[in-house]
């Protein structure tokens, strides 16, 4: 299993809870600027500037750009999905930044995330506590950025709750060394690409699809440099096109891990066609990112 972004939060009760989380919190260093925690009953989410982009993660190569970070606190048992939430359903976050100035473009990245199973099915996500770091672009670059967020997510436990938030925060010109722990740490659980692996990352080995046939599947093969325990992937395909999740097969001789997802009738098979799929692998000493197109 991934490390999480944040701590797990310890069970707490009213006010209490509230508390716990503003004192455990790794983001809460003095020198990052931060927007009062919002409450829901269940969850609290923040949203914390963190000074300029750098290279704790290898894919941040834009100039100028500078980071956020969204941080969301969940009670114990409580999770959150991932921009993929799962076979079974969910919420995805949703980021609206329109009433930010000075911001050019948002990009959120997403840690590794585990798969969940229940009676429900599989749905993706995190549980305990995440951070989302945020590459900010602005538009002029002598001037702050005033970050504004209206946040949408969902959480759950025995029954799944949506979240709304308003979150707003000032991100200087002039904060290289202002991101918090909790943020890096974050920066470094974002699956890396292919091109720029550290030496424990998964690697990917082929991609083969069969799309014609009765039983349509995708088989994809990786190296896991931690083994198969906690191994696993994900897939995505664009234009809100559905992918099942993949599954273990096989391991072979060499370690080779063997997934395989199977396409079945709530797949449009046709319509994958000339499409990108990513995917995301993820396993106990790091994850990576990779893509192929459906031909």
């Given amino acids: 299993m991934m490390r999480r972004t944040t701590p797990a939060f310890r069970a707490a009760l009213g006010g209490i809870f509230a508390l716990i989380l503003v004192a455990s919190s790794g983001l809460g260093d003095a020198f990052a600027a931060a927007s009062p925690w919002a409450a829901s009953q269940k969850a ?11 290279e704790d993660h290898p894919d941040l190569a834009a100039e100028g750009a500078r980071l956020a970070f969204v941080e969301i606190a969940l009670e114990p048992g409580w999770k ?6 799962g076979d079974a359903g969910g919420l995805p976050p949703a980021f609206d930044w329109s ?19 229940d009676r429900s099915g599989h749905t993706i996500g995190y549980e305990g506590g995440l951070v989302l770091p945020v590459v900010l672009t602005p538009a002029r670059q002598d001037a702050p950025i005033s970050l504004a967020l209206d946040f949408h997510f969902g959480i759950c436990k025995d029954v799944c709750v949506p979240v ?23 920066l470094k659980e974002i699956p890396r690409s292919q091109d720029k692996l550290k030496p424990l990352d998964p690697q990917l080995v082929s991609v083969s699809g069969i799309f014609g046939a009765a039983s349509p599947k995708i088989t994809i093969e990786a190296r896991f440099p931690g ?28 370690g080779t891990l063997v997934f395989e997802a199977e396409l079945g009738e709530d797949v449009d098979v046709a319509a994958l066609e000339g499409k990108a799929v990513t995917i995301t692998m ?14």
């Fill in 44 to 54: 609290q989410v923040r949203l914390v500037s963190g000074g300029s982009a750098h």
């Fill in 80 to 85: 959150t999905y991932w921009r993929t939430p």
């Fill in 99 to 117: 009433k930010s100035t000075n911001l050019a473009h948002a990009d959120v990245l997403y840690p590794a995330p585990r798969r969940f199973t």
């Fill in 164 to 186: 709304d938030a308003s979150l707003s925060v000032e991100v200087g010109t002039g904060e290289a060394d202002a991101a918090p722990a909790a943020g890096l740490s974050a």
């Fill in 227 to 254: 083994g198969p325990k906690g191994a696993d992937m994900f897939l995505e395909a664009p234009d809100n096109l559905y992918l099942p999740l993949p599954s273990l097969k096989t391991t072979k001789t060499d």
């Fill in 282 to 295: 993820v396993g106990e000493t790091g994850a990576s990112v990779a893509t192929f197109l459906v031909e």
